[in-house]
């Protein structure tokens, strides 16, 4: 693995809504090197597609983002806002979460794609057509004369979502975001895209954050995991670390709440309580209330992002390994 | 296999859909979402349905409930065609079969308060008194783990989990002896996930209900259902115990199913059965085995013949020439 | 297609067969008649003229003969002008229609532009100045805008003429005789357009605002695209969609001229005729005026279904 | 009466004291955020004391012709002066709010009330109903408005209605015009509202039609009514004005703002007398936009996305 | 201070209403411009044409035939009479250089010009007078010319028998016609010696009992008028060329233009577009008209007047002293005043005070509430508990049927709702267009309606209705035989001062009796651009008859 080509520091995300201030995400550091694949994961509305927003500088004007982002060297929040969309799309693409309503209804599929690559590349519109054509191949689905002339509607949501990852690999981008790209999919075609995606960061050297909540495609594609809870890191570290050696009570929860094939129980372990909401949280682990481990430090103290020690990069925010620490 | 009685007999199932092909193309397009299933559940058993997203799933849970007119088959609860029944005996019959929705946000009306919509249905078919109500339906939140302080929420204020919870409470309060829960947690992560099949789990336990249970997550089907059927555009591909389909899968879709499910487990790494092409499109089939333009071991034969729905084993029933 | 539109035309019919006995019998609950606007005739020549005019016959009767001559094509023969009702309303339509016609364009343009800036500069100075502005026009009575223009334009700055649609006394031809009509045109078709553009604008701005909010937009943004196309390309085409309905409706009012304001304007229009005929009650004419927007509502109606079909990729009509 | 379709009826959960933030109360509390809304709010209430207040504290009559005094400009004695009676507009312009207020809501109010049930009935049932009811719709929307409702003047004023009662009458010819478009705009909704999952939880539950329809539909049509509903009272005080335009609308001496404005309609009055012609003028311009800015703030307030999280 | 001096000529009647002063009318008047080089560009650079403002026509430019007043400004450019009346009411030739009348009043003889040509050159004569009265009593005239009044020898045969053409009428020669009438009536000079139809032209496919063909005739008028047809541009304007042929000689002015305005047409004039306009006489528009420096004020009474008609069939009309009542019970003049500031006079008898039968030796009723009052309580209706008279059991609601109630024409209901009022009338007002007015006054659904007569150039039209056998519906049941025989009278010579003098029995029998109540004479007030003279209008007929002097000058 090489250097870092994404670097995330100190990223906060503040949307003001009527009923208070929502810190979507709440100082987070992470970095992405050359040619790795990070996993975002956690709960549902932990803050996982805000800061891949973030990141694209897409949430401007509706919500407050501060900290530093830089994409090889590029500091993302002191471009321009022309040099930030030159940046779009080229270097560094994003595919949504939702193929169905991501795509423009009234336009084919044909003027989608090449027109991202009209923006970026000084080449003709033939030569546009062709690339298409090319990309539509790649992300293995036939006839793409055909798909080129169709619009959205006309495609399955496994169609589509391939088409969203063309349109994001249409300019060959050196960081590609994904935003839960199998989610709507059938676990036939869900192993489809990943295999794809496995391969064009093989051919291309291309990095990649992945969002995901299921963790069984984080153990497929993975190299280093991220785990979210309330828009802050609670734990990192390397795939093998965060599977076999989960430290944040969180994580070992969600690990043992999965359902395996083979490995049936009687009661499956849950994690009791559900998210807090995030807004006007108080200073404490917002995970305290459903912790069985919470101790009264958690209640009145947010715990930071220690390394644990055991292993480069492994990293925990939890007051049970804070006193190990000290 | 068993001897308990039958609950709900579903005998050759069509459920085709018309829909315009264009805005200009009037001629119609036949969707034929389900096609031809046939299937028993029994008293206290839940039965899976598995099959990807549009194989039919829903429209069967829809079509057995009466929620929908049939385009042809029966579908008979305890003895009687339920398609056939009168608006007021369908109005009697009603609270002894439920429905869980695939999306509980979407089914619970917005601006009814829980405590109301669960209270509604009792009072309307006369299954409690307005003194009797609310001691009912706290008992039932209480059973389906929602505590007794939300019940003046209104929908938007509950998480995913708790809303699906909400859901699962409208159906068991009636007190029926037969759900169709449809996909009750494919929708949500595994921590809420795990929520939910344990209270199935419990409930089935305590009530002896029949379930019907929709999903195309195979891993928890494997931890709730006792039969299996696996569908694939609105067809019955393989149909079996649990432990005979998980171990010993005979249709190449079920095998490739399981095969493509992944794993959390970063050193396991298994041989998968990559499916080429796409899930083709409804209103227009492939000709023979639907399966056969994504199938490894398709040959010729596939695409002309229609493979037929026989017992390979015993309680094994598969759809496929090379079985 | 041949199939569906021909089972779309079939509907019309009980729509405009319900019309038509509407507006024949609400014509005929009006009290009075042509011929009673006359105060110096004497009773006998009344009843003469009512014989004559064949008014001593039963209602059902009259409309019996009223729908068969429509259903031949036939719109009557206009009391009061002595000619075949479609002969006046040929001429007087137009008139309207070129008013109306420009003031449709400068509307939707007007609000097209409005809707773009509003959903770009979201609750901008700019914003809230429009929707005042749109308000105030929403909220002025149509005869007092024409008095108000007229006062300001015609008669203190003279810059355009008072009223009418040529300049009298002078036979112009040609292009001198297009631009005398042209300055005519341009105070009524003011008032028009401000009239119009409230309900338009407030459309177009929500609808430009929804469409901003979709994910297809973020999308846009994300491949990096100019801000320029985001917004013309991609948002604009589809707030546009549901506007093509409304534009189909508009169809018919374009024929169906502004009474108030041709009226002010002295505009040789279809709706100054309009109030002539009802106040000597010319029947035919006015019922034949009815019928012909009746006809011309259900038919854009029709239309309005049809573009949309056209223009939306995804619209299955169920 | 036995059962009579009372949504708080089915409540046997009274909502608790505090804490627990009810539906209306939070749409209370999103509606005050909205400063503009607010601002429409307060300035209709101004409006409306104005009004039905006001008159109490003139020191003139509600008729008080004085033939010695027509045409006074502003001053001491008439505030804004006085008309071509010699009566003092603010006072006249005072009780013609009361008139024109209470045409644009209760035009407002019946057109909502009709259009509303009807076009609930005509989507969720269907078939017969909606083909009724909607080729009833296309019929009276095939009449261009204006002629209709002269027309229908006509033949009011035939069958002889008191001239207290015209006010009612002119609301109703409004009414009238304007439902169909509203029953369109509803049975729309309803169209899709029944396709909504929770109107077929509702089939599953075997609920009876009526507690469908007002426990479950009726509810979630009531923003959509709002909003248009607070857009029409604009047009229905500006539609009654141009009824009296043409002498339709109600009976002088009787005032509203619309047949103030017409007391100006000449050009001399235009320039000379503006205190005739604008006080009326603004007095519908800023009901307009009051009501407006609160129908802005509360189709806001009440359609909060319902955002799940 | 022009305020003060309104306030000066409004008058304030005192509570006893006894102490009157003379309410002071504004005279008839000419003002010339101040300033005619002030005029528009757009007038002043128009160069020989002249143009005036009519409402919209229908486009039935065959006189006889239009069924709009408007068409009939139209026609009067084209159409001159044989026997027209001046600015006295008195008849003069046109057409006819002069007419004879028998001694027993039954015969009435025409001797038109010489030379008299239509506007196309073709020569006018006789038979074209002959054709055109018969055309008036053909089966299928659906015109609202009426003849029949007239006694016409022969005519109704013609009309209703099976006669191939009318007894009464004797072609002498081309310049010669007479007509022999069953019963003397005086109208029959100006009835038979109305406008001319050419027979060559009109009558080419005259057959009787068929007038269709004449539709196609409308729009293609052939005249004899001062000036004639050129084009009709519908709702913009009719133009017409000077007629060379013209009896009188060809017009200086080049072409006159009838343009198309509605209602308030002060714009146009202020602008430049007319030449020539009228306006409502008000003292608003007199001092308009004086700031605009280049207009010719021209303020003259016309020969109409307003009135307030009862509904005879009604029980509470039966009695003559309620009518009184109602008169007596009505402030008039405070509303004229109010209305017009002294730009109308108070109607004293029912013809215009410029006709040859008006007098002032008979008095308006004036305004005494008190003895409106004393004559309602002897009629039996007695004051009830809110105020409102009753009898028997029914209240005193009056409902009044008018046109103008909206804008500032509500002034008239409004002041007459108070006066009526305050002497326990309930007095509702219904407001209707009036054409429906018309219906439903026909139908008898009125208390009291409000009317104004049209221009009346012979005061036998302001009275004849009052004739119990006049069958029009607005008097139906008004029958008082002193009236009928003092009408009948006031026809029966042609002689005008003996006319005059049995018109003014019949005025004071009226006032006894009183079938209307009588409001106030009009005012009309017109205005030229200076660069315009010859425009003389007259209340009884307008601008017609000096069309054919205009000229134009240059404005220095
Ligand atoms: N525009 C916005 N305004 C206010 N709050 C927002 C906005 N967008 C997102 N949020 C809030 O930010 C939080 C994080 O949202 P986000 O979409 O990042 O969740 P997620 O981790 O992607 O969840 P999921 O797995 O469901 O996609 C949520 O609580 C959400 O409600
Ligand atoms: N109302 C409808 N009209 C037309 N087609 C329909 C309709 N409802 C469902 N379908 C089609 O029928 C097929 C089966 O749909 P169904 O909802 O039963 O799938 P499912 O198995 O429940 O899928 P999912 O897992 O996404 O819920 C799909 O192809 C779908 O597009
Ligand atoms: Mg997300
Ligand atoms: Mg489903």
């Known amino acids: 693995m090489g250097k870092p080509i994404l670097q995330v520091s100190n990223l906060r995300t503040c949307f003001q809504t009527d009923e208070g201030s929502v810190k979507a995400v709440d100082d987070i550091s992470f970095s992405v090197k050359q040619g790795e694949t990070v996993c975002l994961v956690g709960e549902s509305g932990c803050g996982k597609s805000v800061t891949a927003m973030s990141i694209m500088g897409l949430l401007q004007g509706q919500a407050s983002v501060t900290g530093r982002m830089e994409l090889a060297g590029n500091e993302l929040t002191t471009l321009s806002k022309g040099e930030m969309r030159r940046l779009r799309g080229n270097e560094l693409a994003m595919i949504f979460q939702e193929p169905m309503t991501s795509l423009n209804p009234v336009l084919t599929i044909g003027e989608q794609m090449i027109e991202v690559l009209l923006e970026h590349k000084p080449i003709s519109k033939k030569q546009a057509r062709m690339k298409a054509l090319e990309l539509i191949k790649r992300v293995g689905i036939g006839r793409e004369e055909q798909v080129l002339k169709s619009y959205p509607h006309q495609m399955s949501g496994g169609m589509l979502q391939r088409i969203m990852i063309a349109i994001a690999l249409a300019c060959e981008p050196k960081m590609l975001i994904a935003d839960e790209p199998t989610t709507a999919l059938d676990v036939t075609i869900q192993a489809q895209i990943l295999e794809l995606l496995k391969q064009l960061k093989d051919s291309q050297g291309m990095s990649m954050l992945l969002i995901t909540h299921d963790l069984g495609v984080v153990a497929e594609v993975a190299d280093y995991v991220v785990v979210m809870y309330a828009g802050k890191i609670i734990e990192q570290g390397s795939v093998h670390e965060i599977f076999f050696n989960p430290k944040h009570p969180y994580t070992k929860g969600l690990l043992q709440a999965k359902p395996v094939i083979g490995q049936r129980k009687k009661k499956l372990y849950t994690i009791p309580g559900q998210v807090p909401p995030l807004i006007d949280l108080k200073p404490s682990c917002y995970f305290a209330d459903r912790c069985s481990h919470c101790m009264d430090i958690c209640l009145d103290q947010a715990p930071s992002l220690i390394n644990d020690g055991d292993e480069e990069g492994h990293r925990v925010a939890c007051w049970l390994y804070e006193k190990v620490a000290q | 296999m068993t001897n308990k009685p039958v609950v709900m007999e579903v005998n050759h199932l069509k459920k085709y859909y018309e829909t315009k092909a264009s805005f200009f193309n009037r001629q119609s397009e036949l969707v034929k979402a389900v ?127 708790q809303r699906q919870r909400i859901g699962i409470a409208r159906a ?113 089939p492939p000709t023979g085995c639907k399966f056969h333009t994504r199938c490894p071991l398709a040959k010729d034969r596939c695409q002309k013949e229609v493979p037929a729905f026989r017992e390979a084993e015993q309680g094994h029933f598969v759809a496929c020439h090379f079985v | ?157 003279g810059w355009f003429p008072a009223g009418g649609m040529t300049t009298s006394g002078v036979e112009y031809s040609g292009f001198a005789y297009m631009k005398d009509v042209l300055e005519h045109m341009i105070l009524p078709v003011l008032v028009l357009t401000m009239l119009g553009i409230g309900g338009l604008t407030r459309y177009f701005r929500t609808n430009m605002l929804e469409v901003i909010k979709q994910d297809f937009i973020r999308t846009a943004r994300a491949k990096g695209l100019r801000e320029k196309v985001v917004v013309y390309k991609h948002a604009l085409r589809n707030a546009l969609l549901p506007a093509i309905t409304l534009f189909a409706f508009e169809l018919p009012a374009l024929f169906s001229g502004a009474i108030i304001t041709e009226q002010i304007f002295n505009w040789p229009g279809i709706g100054a005729i309009y109030m002539q005929a009802f106040s000597v009650r010319d029947y035919p004419l006015l019922m034949g005026f009815t019928m012909f927007i009746a006809v011309l509502t259900v038919i854009s109606n029709l239309i309005a279904d049809l573009l949309y079909g056209v223009a939306d990729p995804r619209v299955r009509v169920k | ?175 009238l015009v304007n439902w169909p478009g509203l029953a369109r705009l509803v049975r729309s909704q309803v169209l899709s509202l029944r396709e909504r999952e929770f109107m077929q939880a509702t089939d599953a539950l075997g609920l009876r039609d009526r507690r469908k329809v007002f426990n479950h539909l009726l509810p979630n049509v009531v923003p959509l009514l709002i909003v248009t509903a607070t857009l029409s009272v604009g047009g229905a005080i500006l539609s009654e004005s141009v009824l009296s335009f043409f002498g339709l609308g109600v009976v002088p001496p009787t005032a509203s703002w619309g047949n103030m404005i017409n007391t100006a309609n000449t050009l001399i009055d235009f320039t000379n007398r503006p205190w005739l012609w604008v006080p009326p003028g603004l007095a519908i311009f800023i009901t307009v936009i009051a009501v407006n800015l609160l129908g802005d703030g509360l189709r806001d307030a009440i359609d909060p996305n319902m955002k799940s999280r | 201070n022009t305020e003060m001096g309104a306030d000066d000529s409004t008058r304030s009647v005192e509570e006893n209403g006894e102490n009157e002063e003379e309410p002071t009318v504004v005279e008839d008047v000419k ?50 009479p044989l026997v027209d009346i001046n600015e006295k009411g008195e008849p003069f030739g046109r057409l006819a250089e002069d007419w004879d009348i028998s001694e027993d009043e039954l015969t009435y003889t025409y001797y038109l010009r010489d030379d008299l040509k239509f506007d196309d050159g073709s020569p006018l004569t006789a038979n074209d007078v002959a054709f055109t009265v018969t055309l008036l009593f053909d089966p299928d005239y659906p015109g609202t010319t009426d003849l029949t009044e007239t006694n016409l020898v022969g005519g109704l045969d013609y009309k209703e028998g099976d006669a191939d053409s009318i007894a009464g009428i004797h072609v002498i020669d081309d310049q010669t016609i007479e007509f022999q009438l069953e019963e003397p009536n005086a109208r029959a000079l100006t009835l038979l010696g109305g406008t001319v139809l050419s027979e060559n032209y009109y009558g080419e496919k005259y057959e009787k009992g068929d007038l269709d063909y004449m539709s196609d005739y409308h729009l293609k008028p052939l005249g004899a008028g001062p000036f004639k047809f050129e084009a009709y541009h519908p709702g913009e304007e009719i133009r017409f060329s000077a007629n060379e042929h013209y009896y009188n000689g060809k017009p200086e002015v080049d072409t006159f233009v009838y343009r198309t305005t509605e209602g308030d047409s002060q714009q146009f004039f202020q602008t430049g577009e007319l030449d020539y306009s009228g306006f409502v006489a008000t003292k608003d528009n007199f001092e308009l008209l004086e700031s605009m420096e280049f207009a010719n004020i021209d303020l003259y009474t016309s020969s109409n007047y307003s009135y307030i008609a009862f509904n005879h069939e009604s029980e509470v009309f039966k009695d003559p002293n309620v009518r009184i009542a109602f008169n007596l019970g009505l402030d008039r003049q405070a509303y004229i005043d109010a209305r017009f500031q002294g730009y109308a006079q108070l109607a004293n008898v029912p013809v215009s005070p410029i006709s040859w039968a008006y007098t002032d030796e008979i008095e308006a009723f004036p305004y005494d509430p008190e003895e409106a009052k004393r004559l309602l309580d002897e009629a039996g209706w007695k004051e009830g508990p809110d105020g409102i008279r009753e009898k028997d059991g029914q209240k005193l609601t009056v409902y009044f049927f008018t046109t103008d109630g909206s804008g500032s024409n509500d002034i008239f209901v409004t002041l007459a709702q108070e006066n009526y009022k305050d002497i326990g009338v309930d007095f509702q007002i219904e407001q209707m267009d009036f054409n429906a007015l018309l219906a439903r006054v026909d139908n008898g659904d009125h208390d009291l309606v409000s009317f104004s007569t049209t221009m009346q150039p012979d005061p036998h039209i302001g009275v004849q209705a009052f004739h119990s056998s006049h069958t029009g519906n607005t008097f139906k049941g008004y029958k008082n035989e002193e009236v009928d025989r003092l009408i009948e009278a006031s026809v029966a010579v042609s002689d005008l001062d003996a006319r005059a003098e049995a018109y003014h029995e019949l005025y004071e029998k009226l006032k006894e009796d009183p079938p209307i109540i009588l409001l106030n004479y009009n005012k009309s007030l017109a205005a030229t651009n200076a660069r315009v003279e010859g425009f003389e209008p007259n209340g009884f007929r307008g601008i017609s008859l000096s069309l054919e002097n205009l000229r134009v000058v240059d404005t220095p």
């Not at chain 2, 079969?97 to 619970?108: K, R, Y």
């Not at chain 3, 042509?34 to 039963?58: C, H, M, V």
Request: include cysteine; charge should be neutral.
């Open chain 2, 35 to 161: 096609d031809d299933v046939s299937f028993v559940i029994h008293e206290g058993e839940t039965f899976g349905l598995v099959g990807e997203s549009g194989s039919g799933k829903s429209t069967i849970g829809k079509s057995i409930l009466n929620l929908q007119p049939l385009s042809a088959g029966e579908v008979v609860y305890r003895g009687k065609n339920l398609h056939r029944l009168s608006k007021a005996e369908m109005r009697k019959v009603r609270p002894r079969i439920q429905f869980v929705f695939q999306d509980p946000f979407s089914s619970l009306n917005p601006r009814l308060r829980i405590g109301d919509a669960l209270a509604e249905p009792l009072l309307d078919h006369g299954l409690a008194t307005k003194k009797t109500v609310r001691q009912k339906v706290l008992e039932t939140m209480e059973l389906c783990g929602l505590p007794s302080y939300h019940v003046n929420k209104f929908p938007h204020e509950f998480s995913g989990g």
């Open chain 2, 172 to 284: 068991v309060i009636m007190e029926p002896d037969f759900i169709v829960a449809d996909e009750p947690v494919s929708a949500l992560d595994v921590s809420i996930q795990a929520q939910i099949i344990n209270l199935f789990n419990e409930l089935q336990e305590k009530k002896k209900l029949a379930f019907l249970f929709i999903s195309h997550d195979l891993s928890v089907v494997e931890h709730l259902c006792a039969r299996i059927g696996v569908l694939y555009l609105g067809t019955m591909m393989e149909l079996a115990d649990r432990d005979r389909l998980y171990e010993n899968p005979l249709h190449p879709y079920t095998k490739a199913l399981l095969s493509a499910l992944p794993v959390p487990d970063p050193t396991h790494k298994k041989e998968r059965i990559l499916l080429k092409g796409d899930i083709p499109n409804p209103a227009s």
């Open chain 3, 1 to 157: 297609m041949g199939n569906y539109f021909i089972k779309r035309l079939l509907y019309l019919i009980p729509t405009l067969i319900g019309a038509s006995i509407l507006i024949f019998f609400l014509y005929s609950m009006i009290p009075g008649n042509f011929i009673d606007s006359d105060p110096n005739l004497t009773a006998e020549r009344k009843a003469e003229l009512y014989a004559l005019y064949g008014f001593d016959q039963p209602t059902i009767v009259r409309y019996f003969v009223w729908i068969g001559n429509l259903l031949k094509g036939d719109l009557g023969y206009s009391l009061q002008f002595q000619r075949p009702v479609s002969e006046v309303l040929g001429h007087y339509i137009w008139s309207s229609f070129i008013v109306a016609g420009a003031s449709l364009i400068l509307t939707w343009g007007i609000a097209l532009m409005v809707g773009v800036v509003s959903a770009t500069k979201q609750y901008s100075f700019y914003d809230a100045a429009v929707t005042v502005l749109v308000f105030a026009a929403m909220a002025t009575p149509s005869f007092f805008l024409g008095l108000i223009v007229i006062k300001i334009f015609a008669v203190d700055f």
């Open chain 4, 1 to 175: 009466m036995e059962q009579q379709p009372n949504i708080r009826s089915a409540t046997p959960f009274p909502t608790g004291r505090g804490q627990r933030s009810s539906l209306w109360k939070e749409v209370g509390r999103r509606f005050i955020k909205k400063k503009m809304a607010l601002f429409g709010l307060i300035v209709l209430i101004i409006v409306f004391l104005f009004s039905f207040v006001g008159p109490f504290f003139s020191p003139y009559t509600t008729v008080g012709t004085n033939t010695q005094a027509i045409h006074q400009a502003p001053s001491l004695s008439h505030w804004v002066g006085t008309d071509h009676l010699g009566r003092d507009v603010l006072t006249r312009l005072m009780l013609a709010g009361r008139i024109s207020l209470t045409v644009g809501l209760g035009a407002m109010a019946l057109a909502v009330t009709i259009g509303g049930i009807l076009g609930i009935l005509a989507g969720y049932y269907r078939g017969i109903v909606d083909q009724i009811i909607m080729r009833l719709a296309d019929v009276l929307m095939t009449l261009p408005g204006l002629p209709l409702l002269f027309i229908m003047a006509a033949v009011m004023s035939e069958w002889r209605v008191p001239a207290e009662q015209r006010l009612y009458i002119v609301m109703v010819m409004l009414s």
């Open chain 5, 31 to 80: 003002v010339k411009a101040a300033d005619p080089s002030s005029s528009p560009a757009l007038a002043s650079n128009r160069g020989n044409t002249v143009v005036v403002g009519l409402q919209e026509p229908g486009g039935i430019f065959t006189p006889h035939f239009n069924t709009s007043g408007y068409d009939g400004n139209v026609q009067a450019v084209m159409f001159p």
